[in-house]
């Protein structure tokens, strides 16, 4: 994957379209990840450019790796046990809000997005910028490694 284009054929291949529409199903992905961050003493508020993205995108799964069956689901999910800490650490870092739109099945590893529409990997290696939109930001993924989200720290 080395264009737009190609991450466009990738997203089409596992039930992506131009013009996709799933904002019914996003309430209640928000709610349900805004509840368990809650629960976790770390809340987050949905964001317009989470929301927009998961009205595109959400419940997609694209495969990263047939073999070892790892995929990148666009549901949000919590992650590893001490995500929402450190979500909250890296949007406080960040000096922006981070809510999470995905998960990098691989290890469990959030996918964020912050409110100037932004991608972030956290990872149990730390924190990483993925790209400034969706087709940055699967680019990033397939040429790993990312760049680190200290770099944009404010």
């Given at each position: 994957?080395?264009?737009?284009?190609?991450?466009?054929?990738?997203?089409?291949?596992?039930?992506?379209?131009?013009?996709?529409?799933?904002?019914?199903?996003?309430?209640?992905?928000?709610?349900?990840?805004?509840?368990?961050?809650?629960?976790?003493?770390?809340?987050?508020?949905?964001?317009?450019?989470?929301?927009?993205?998961?009205?595109?995108?959400?419940?997609?799964?694209?495969?990263?790796?047939?073999?070892?069956?790892?995929?990148?689901?666009?549901?949000?999910?919590?992650?590893?046990?001490?995500?929402?800490?450190d979500v909250a650490a890296l949007a406080r870092d960040l000096g922006v809000?981070?809510?999470?739109?995905?998960?990098?099945?691989?290890?469990?590893?959030?996918?964020?997005?912050?409110?100037?529409?932004?991608?972030?990997h956290l990872h149990h290696t730390g924190a990483y910028y993925m790209g400034?939109?969706?087709?940055?930001?699967?680019?990033?993924?397939?040429?790993?490694?990312?760049?680190?989200?200290?770099?944009?720290?404010?």
């Amino acid at each position: 994957m080395n264009t737009p284009e190609d991450v466009d054929a990738w997203f089409r291949a596992h039930g992506w379209f131009p013009g996709r529409d799933v904002s019914d199903a996003v309430p209640a992905m928000v709610d349900e990840i805004a509840g368990r961050y809650r629960e976790a003493g770390f809340p987050v508020a949905p964001l317009g450019t989470a929301t927009a993205f998961l009205a595109e995108h959400g419940g997609l799964r694209l495969t990263l790796d047939a073999a070892r069956q790892d995929h990148l689901y666009f549901t949000p999910y919590l992650g590893y046990g001490s995500a929402p800490a450190d979500v909250a650490a890296l949007a406080r870092d960040l000096g922006v809000r981070l809510f999470p739109v995905g998960l990098d099945g691989s290890e469990g590893s959030p996918v964020l997005l912050d409110e100037r529409g932004r991608f972030f990997h956290l990872h149990h290696t730390g924190a990483y910028y993925m790209g400034a939109d969706k087709h940055e930001a699967m680019l990033a993924l397939a040429h790993a490694p990312m760049r680190d989200a200290e770099d944009f720290f404010a």
